[in-house]
């Protein structure tokens, strides 16, 4: 292989390519335009927001555009801070935001424990389906996710409407109509409805992994199936179970659609009296306390505990 | 067996003083945060050779050889490449080439797109990429493979393309980690008898990451046993194996028989030991650099110990022993014996099965001399 | 393993609950009546009369366009982000980026699109930018939000990426960035892919953060719909449901055909 000759110096490599060497000119390395870029657009469009809701929550309701009172005033060239806590206040003497917000997790935390319920069933039957079938099932699961999320709960009210498919096969077996549509009964089967895929999914995944000679083994050492399921299945999913519930928890707990078109007006919910407080009645600083309020209420705890659950994970892995 | 580079004595530069290393490696040492990967080694390789790094995991061979490809830079230390500094030059402008444990061939690529790649970063002439990737493709025997991707090779092809591509560039230096580990034993043998034809073909600088010591004994011209980031010893396979300067080296490659000893006579000619453990004298036919009543420790091979069931000759009165049978392991070609010595120490023998079927060799619960000559052993002070 | 009977007839009931309203939905898009529960006949004018309509052909003409435009913006920031994250483990503010850009996820859409619409208030008042709201407020709220999910799809591939397929590339004498072209982005192409169609049906789907942030004259499809819905049963929304679950039915069978196709591949991997 006479070719191989490894005295000739090896072909001169370019050191930059265009870009690089373009970025390079202004002081810029690759590295920190990648990370600069996601950082700024989050930083103006995500975190300052955030700030602008806590300034506002801070300001009264004015009529005018802006219809709230301004933070900073120009008075004989001094400027001025005012800030006002009445709104801060009013959450908690009136007794509406109060229960609004528990009947918010009282809710949420009901559909999470129906949707485990049925979801879990629904994913051990897919994970332990022929394995020609389980991605069939698993389309199936996801499709509903794909279509319109507004669409599925308009399909909802089509079918438990006063004259609505529900009540007419009831009507043939001679069932005196069902009042569901407005009532808490509706949004929690909305809820079920729609975040049902959620549950499933990390249930299956984890399910699949499930690896079957544990439950041979354990049916070898006399444990009944109920017995194996308790002791062997269930502890071992709990990942699932756990990412499953916190994926319907927390889009439920703020949600707004669903209350509106399947609630009825006692279905207080903290996403639907934000809504109403800016919609309804214009209340631009109020909206933005309650904004704050479910920030610190609801989703610093639920990132606090994705965290934790993360870091348990983690050790899990490296065990 | 893959058959060693015969260098004859002279053509081994790192036996001549004046000869100049191709890869200087000088006081490297990497930390992850406070953990030493690698400490204080240094390290000369010279052109043609085939240098195995040879340890355990975490012993610092891969660390090292990720220094020399430049995907980790040095704490402190240099690393010269032919005559270069190229210590904190990046991976892609250094004249050296890796081979992945993992092969590392890009999924999206057909085999010949994949040996043409650091062609194309050179922008050398169409042409002469067909030309040289054909080239490649016949050396590494995969002609009528270069249109398959690389999930439709066996682990031996795979591993021939990621050969194949790391030579492409005609490295000066081509980094091999762990070249043969995901191959099964029979497909290992063979390659391993490939890889040093092509070596030796090429001329190109080879260094070898491996945690299997046969194949660094066969392959290597020298070898650098790695323990806890630091080179615990560099030579050829011979003196690693013959000469060990260490407990740990001479645990760490074969099997071994090792006692303790204290020195009672140390002269320029020879040096006795006495070994409570082995329950006699150990005479040593050599000068040792050692002192009076120091505490050493004394190493063997298992085939250096001759079984016998008279007692033999004895003029030093040392390197007998007796013992017991306790256990034999038939491997065919020799069997291996455990023998329970009177002192309670259990020495490992192999004795070579030279005659078929022999219904007169030593067997179970028989009493037994061992016996060794005065060259026979390693005296080891660490 | 035995079977019972439980798990099947439970899993029967599961999809059946999944199923049911939509299939009535579909069948009800071609009822004659506007009454969308009673049957009267078999008819199409219910799709006639939703493309006769100029207000939700507008509406889904600007629903396209935002989310065509917000998923790629998303899919650019989100892949820069989750490479990142991902690549490069130690930088400043590092622990900040990843729990900004995952609080999306769980942020109420109620708190995202209020906080958005006060900043752009806030925004015009003292930058004199955005002038009013409308396509490019909508986009920009939709592409923060959509960014997240693109992240954690990109990031998730990047961390199953062998990390020896890109120093192999350096090693043969690629340069940063030609890794990431040559190497990085065609393998995870796939993850792109996902990542993109997810922010998109995202968007196209958001009914609350775009009733914050969109303008007079620049009502979404989610929009539309909502308004009709709330008035009650419209049987034009019934065929315009049908006409999107025919779509995604399509894509989805698509995409699963295709993956079934490329399994064999990945397995010998």
């Given at each position: 292989?006479?070719?191989?000759?490894?005295?000739?110096?090896?072909?001169?490599?370019?050191?930059?390519?265009?870009?690089?060497?373009?970025?390079?000119?202004?002081?810029?390395?690759?590295?920190?335009?990648?990370?600069?870029?996601?950082?700024?657009?989050?930083?103006?469009?995500?975190?300052?927001?955030?700030?602008?809701v806590?300034?506002?929550s801070?300001?009264?309701?004015?009529?005018?555009?802006?219809?709230?009172?301004?933070?900073?005033?120009?008075?004989?060239?001094?400027?001025?801070?005012?800030?006002?806590?009445?709104n801060y206040?009013r959450l908690f003497t009136d007794s509406l935001y109060v229960a609004a917000y528990l009947n918010s997790i009282k809710i949420a935390?009901?559909?999470?424990?129906?949707?485990?319920?049925?979801?879990?069933?629904?994913?051990?039957?897919?994970?332990?389906?022929?394995?020609?079938?389980?991605?069939?099932?698993?389309?199936?699961?996801?499709?509903?996710?794909?279509?319109?999320?507004?669409?599925?709960?308009?399909?909802?009210?089509?079918?438990?409407?006063?004259?609505?498919?529900?009540?007419?096969?009831?009507?043939?077996?001679?069932?005196?109509?069902?009042?569901?549509?407005?009532?808490?009964?509706?949004v929690?089967?909305?809820?079920?409805?729609?975040?049902?895929?959620?549950?499933?999914?990390?249930?299956?995944?984890?399910?699949?992994?499930?690896?079957?000679?544990?439950?041979?083994?354990?049916?070898?050492?006399?444990?009944?199936?109920?017995?194996?399921?308790?002791?062997?299945?269930?502890?071992?999913?709990?990942?699932?179970?756990?990412?499953?519930?916190?994926?319907?928890?927390?889009?439920a707990i703020g949600e707004f659609v669903i209350p509106s078109?399947?609630g009825g007006p006692s279905t207080l919910m903290i996403g639907r009296v934000l809504w109403d407080e800016f919609f309804a009645n214009t209340n631009w600083p109020r909206a933005a306390a309650v904004a704050i309020a479910m920030l610190?209420a609801v989703?610093?705890?639920?990132?606090?505990?994705?965290?934790?659950?993360?870091?348990?994970?983690?050790?899990?892995?490296?065990? | 067996?893959?058959?060693?580079?015969?260098?004859?004595?002279?053509?081994?530069?790192?036996?001549?003083?004046?000869?100049?290393?191709?890869?200087?490696?000088?006081?490297?040492?990497?930390?992850?945060?406070?953990?030493?990967?690698?400490?204080?080694?240094?390290?000369?390789?010279?052109?043609?050779?085939?240098?195995?790094?040879?340890?355990?995991?975490?012993?610092?061979?891969?660390?090292?050889?990720?220094?020399?490809?430049?995907?980790?830079?040095?704490?402190?230390?240099?690393?010269?490449?032919?005559?270069?500094?190229?210590?904190?030059?990046?991976?892609?402008?250094?004249?050296?080439?890796?081979?992945?444990?993992?092969?590392?061939?890009?999924?999206?690529?057909?085999?010949?797109?994949?040996?043409?790649?650091?062609?194309?970063?050179?922008?050398?002439?169409?042409?002469?990429?067909?030309?040289?990737?054909?080239?490649?493709?016949?050396?590494?025997?995969?002609?009528?493979?270069?249109?398959?991707?690389?999930?439709?090779?066996?682990?031996?092809?795979?591993?021939?393309?990621?050969?194949?591509?790391?030579?492409?560039?005609?490295?000066?230096?081509?980094?091999?980690?762990?070249?043969?580990?995901?191959?099964?034993?029979?497909?290992?043998?063979?390659?391993?008898?490939?890889?040093?034809?092509?070596?030796?073909?090429?001329?190109?600088?080879?260094?070898?990451?491996?945690?299997?010591?046969?194949?660094?004994?066969?392959?290597?011209?020298?070898?650098?046993?790695?323990?806890?980031?630091?080179?615990?010893?560099?030579?050829?396979?011979?003196?690693?194996?013959?000469?060990?300067?260490?407990?740990?080296?001479?645990?760490?490659?074969?099997?071994?028989?090792?006692?303790?000893?204290?020195?009672?006579?140390?002269?320029?000619?020879?040096?006795?030991?006495?070994?409570?453990?082995?329950?006699?004298?150990?005479?040593?036919?050599?000068?040792?650099?050692?002192?009076?009543?120091?505490?050493?420790?004394?190493?063997?091979?298992?085939?250096?110990?001759?079984?016998?069931?008279?007692?033999?000759?004895?003029?030093?009165?040392?390197?007998?022993?007796?013992?017991?049978?306790?256990?034999?392991?038939?491997?065919?070609?020799?069997?291996?014996?455990?023998?329970?010595?009177?002192?309670?120490?259990?020495?490992?023998?192999?004795?070579?099965?030279?005659?078929?079927?022999?219904?007169?060799?030593?067997?179970?619960?028989?009493?037994?001399?061992?016996?060794?000559?005065?060259?026979?052993?390693?005296?080891?002070?660490? | 393993?035995?079977?019972?009977?439980?798990?099947?007839?439970?899993?029967?009931?599961?999809?059946?609950?999944?199923?049911?309203?939509?299939?009535?939905?579909?069948?009800?898009?071609?009822?004659?009546?506007?009454?969308?529960?009673?049957?009267?006949?078999?008819?199409?004018?219910?799709?006639?009369?939703?493309?006769?309509?100029?207000?939700?052909?507008?509406?889904?003409?600007?629903?396209?366009?935002?989310?065509?435009?917000?998923?790629?913006?998303?899919?650019?920031?989100?892949?820069?982000?989750?490479?990142?994250?991902?690549?490069?483990?130690?930088?400043?503010?590092?622990?900040?980026?990843?729990?900004?850009?995952?609080?999306?996820?769980?942020?109420p859409d109620v708190i995202?699109g209020l906080?958005?619409?006060?900043?752009?208030?806030?925004?015009?008042?003292?930058?004199?930018?955005?002038?009013?709201?409308?396509?490019?407020?909508?986009?920009?709220?939709?592409?923060?939000?959509?960014?997240?999910?693109?992240?954690?799809?990109?990031?998730?591939?990047?961390?199953?990426?062998?990390?020896?397929?890109?120093?192999?590339?350096?090693?043969?004498?690629?340069?940063?960035?030609?890794?990431?072209?040559?190497?990085?982005?065609?393998?995870?192409?796939?993850?792109?892919?996902?990542?993109?169609?997810?922010?998109?049906?995202?968007?196209?789907?958001?009914?609350v953060?775009?009733s914050f942030?969109?303008?007079?004259?620049?009502?979404?499809?989610?929009?539309?719909?909502?308004?009709?819905?709330?008035?009650?049963?419209?049987?034009?929304?019934?065929?315009?449901?049908?006409?999107?679950?025919?779509?995604?039915?399509?894509?989805?069978?698509?995409?699963?055909?295709?993956?079934?196709?490329?399994?064999?591949?990945?397995?010998?991997?």
């Amino acid at each position: 292989m006479s070719s191989y000759d490894i005295d000739s110096p090896p072909p001169r490599r370019r050191a930059w390519t265009g870009v690089e060497r373009a970025l390079a000119a202004v002081g810029l390395s690759g590295k920190a335009l990648v990370i600069a870029a996601p950082a700024i657009w989050l930083t103006v469009f995500f975190l300052v927001p955030l700030a602008v809701v806590f300034g506002i929550s801070l300001t009264l309701k004015q009529f005018g555009r802006p219809p709230y009172t301004p933070l900073l005033t120009t008075e004989e060239g001094t400027v001025q801070l005012t800030l006002h806590l009445n709104n801060y206040i009013r959450l908690f003497t009136d007794s509406l935001y109060v229960a609004a917000y528990l009947n918010s997790i009282k809710i949420a935390l009901i559909s999470t424990i129906i949707a485990l319920l049925i979801g879990y069933p629904m994913a051990y039957a897919i994970a332990r389906a022929p394995e020609r079938w389980r991605n069939i099932l698993l389309m199936l699961v996801i499709l509903p996710f794909w279509t319109s999320f507004l669409l599925r709960v308009y399909a909802l009210t089509g079918f438990m409407r006063g004259n609505g498919v529900i009540n007419q096969v009831l009507a043939v077996f001679g069932i005196e109509p069902l009042v569901m549509m407005q009532t808490d009964f509706a949004v929690y089967v909305g809820i079920v409805y729609t975040y049902l895929p959620f549950m499933i999914l990390p249930l299956y995944t984890n399910l699949v992994k499930l690896d079957g000679a544990l439950l041979e083994a354990s049916a070898d050492l006399g444990a009944r199936p109920a017995r194996t399921f308790l002791s062997i299945t269930l502890p071992l999913s709990m990942p699932g179970i756990i990412a499953g519930s916190m994926l319907v928890f927390i889009p439920a707990i703020g949600e707004f659609v669903i209350p509106s078109l399947l609630g009825g007006p006692s279905t207080l919910m903290i996403g639907r009296v934000l809504w109403d407080e800016f919609f309804a009645n214009t209340n631009w600083p109020r909206a933005a306390a309650v904004a704050i309020a479910m920030l610190v209420a609801v989703v610093v705890p639920v990132m606090l505990l994705q965290k934790a659950q993360d870091a348990v994970q983690d050790s899990g892995r490296t065990r | 067996m893959a058959k060693k580079p015969q260098l004859a004595i002279d053509t081994r530069p790192w036996r001549d003083p004046a000869a100049k290393p191709f890869v200087r490696i000088r006081n490297v040492t990497k930390k992850f945060g406070d953990v030493h990967a690698v400490h204080d080694v240094s390290l000369d390789i010279y052109k043609s050779e085939l240098f195995c790094l040879l340890g355990g995991s975490g012993s610092g061979k891969s660390t090292l050889l990720r220094m020399l490809a430049g995907f980790e830079e040095p704490t402190a230390g240099t690393i010269e490449i032919d005559g270069q500094d190229m210590t904190h030059v990046a991976p892609y402008n250094r004249p050296v080439n890796m081979m992945f444990q993992s092969y590392a061939l890009f999924p999206h690529m057909n085999v010949e797109q994949n040996i043409a790649y650091g062609l194309k970063r050179d922008h050398l002439p169409k042409g002469e990429i067909a030309d040289r990737v054909a080239e490649l493709l016949s050396l590494v025997k995969l002609s009528d493979y270069g249109k398959r991707k690389p999930h439709q090779l066996s682990g031996g092809q795979r591993q021939r393309v990621a050969l194949a591509r790391a030579l492409a560039k005609r490295p000066k230096l081509l980094l091999l980690d762990e070249p043969l580990g995901a191959l099964d034993k029979k497909l290992r043998e063979e390659t391993q008898f490939e890889l040093v034809k092509i070596q030796e073909t090429l001329g190109v600088t080879f260094i070898v990451v491996t945690h299997d010591q046969e194949e660094a004994m066969s392959l290597a011209t020298r070898i650098g046993v790695m323990n806890q980031g630091e080179i615990a010893m560099i030579g050829e396979p011979t003196d690693i194996y013959e000469f060990p300067n260490s407990r740990f080296v001479a645990g760490f490659i074969g099997s071994v028989n090792m006692a303790e000893g204290v020195v009672i006579e140390d002269e320029p000619d020879h040096v006795r030991i006495r070994s409570a453990e082995l329950g006699c004298d150990i005479y040593v036919d050599h000068g040792v650099d050692c002192a009076p009543d120091q505490i050493l420790w004394w190493a063997v091979r298992p085939e250096k110990i001759h079984l016998s069931r008279e007692a033999p000759d004895n003029p030093h009165d040392a390197n007998v022993t007796r013992g017991l049978v306790e256990e034999i392991s038939y491997l065919g070609d020799m069997s291996v014996y455990q023998v329970l010595l009177d002192s309670g120490k259990r020495l490992r023998v192999t004795q070579t099965n030279t005659v078929r079927g022999n219904p007169d060799s030593i067997t179970w619960d028989e009493p037994v001399y061992c016996t060794w000559g005065g060259n026979a052993g390693s005296v080891l002070t660490v | 393993m035995r079977r019972g009977w439980f798990l099947p007839v439970t899993a029967t009931l599961g999809f059946a609950f999944l199923y049911a309203p939509i299939i009535s939905l579909v069948i009800f898009s071609f009822n004659e009546s506007r009454l969308v529960t009673v049957w009267s006949g078999f008819s199409t004018k219910w799709y006639g009369e939703l493309f006769a309509d100029p207000q939700m052909l507008g509406a889904a003409w600007l629903s396209a366009q935002v989310a065509f435009v917000s998923a790629t913006i998303a899919l650019v920031l989100g892949t820069l982000c989750a490479v990142a994250l991902v690549r490069f483990k130690r930088f400043r503010g590092r622990t900040v980026l990843a729990g900004t850009v995952s609080a999306p996820l769980v942020m109420p859409d109620v708190i995202t699109g209020l906080a958005l619409l006060l900043l752009f208030v806030a925004m015009e008042a003292t930058l004199g930018w955005p002038a009013g709201r409308g396509l490019v407020t909508i986009i920009i709220a939709h592409s923060t939000f959509c960014m997240a999910y693109v992240t954690v799809v990109v990031q998730s591939r990047l961390t199953d990426l062998d990390l020896s397929l890109e120093e192999a590339a350096m090693d043969l004498g690629a340069t940063p960035v030609r890794v990431f072209f040559d190497i990085t982005l065609p393998i995870i192409a796939p993850a792109l892919v996902s990542g993109w169609l997810l922010a998109f049906t995202l968007s196209l789907d958001d009914l609350v953060i775009a009733s914050f942030v969109s303008g007079p004259g620049s009502s979404t499809l989610p929009m539309v719909i909502f308004s009709k819905v709330r008035l009650g049963v419209s049987p034009d929304v019934n065929a315009l449901a049908t006409i999107i679950i025919g779509i995604v039915a399509l894509g989805v069978f698509a995409a699963t055909v295709l993956q079934l196709r490329s399994r064999p591949k990945k397995l010998r991997n």
